[in-house]
């Protein structure tokens, strides 16, 4: 098992940036690692996924302003948040999931970011 916990969240004016972390409680060399988010009265929403070769996703909403990245070493998973808008806000929840089974995903407890003048 693997025990995720998120940090970095807050509150930010409009155009502002903000940087996650996801802290893992063990190795994430073989874990896809993804952001998600969920705003309020929405469904939960990919935001960014990262290999563990470094193949990065995006969804369209997010292209261009964050940044997913991760340090194996340090079993940390960070997404970097610029020019945040208000639609940005949202909980943002951290993900782990096994490459070798797709049936071992793991969430953290969520970090909240409000984008707001």
């Known amino acids: 098992q693997v025990q995720l916990v998120e940090s970095g969240g807050g509150l930010v004016q409009p155009g502002g940036s903000l940087r996650l972390s996801c802290a893992a409680s063990r190795s994430i060399n073989f874990y896809i690692m993804g952001w998600y988010r969920q705003a309020p009265g929405k469904q939960r929403e990919l935001a960014a996924t990262i290999t563990s070769g470094g193949t990065t996703n995006y969804a369209d909403s997010v292209k261009e302003r964050f940044t997913i990245s991760r340090d194996n070493a340090k079993n940390t998973v960070y997404l970097q948040m610029n020019s945040l808008k208000p639609e940005d806000t949202a909980v943002y929840y951290c993900?782990?999931?096994?490459?070798?089974?797709?049936?071992?995903?793991?969430w953290g407890r969520g970090a909240q970011v409000t984008v707001s003048s």
């Open positions: 993900n782990a999931r096994l490459v070798s089974d797709a049936r071992f995903v793991y």
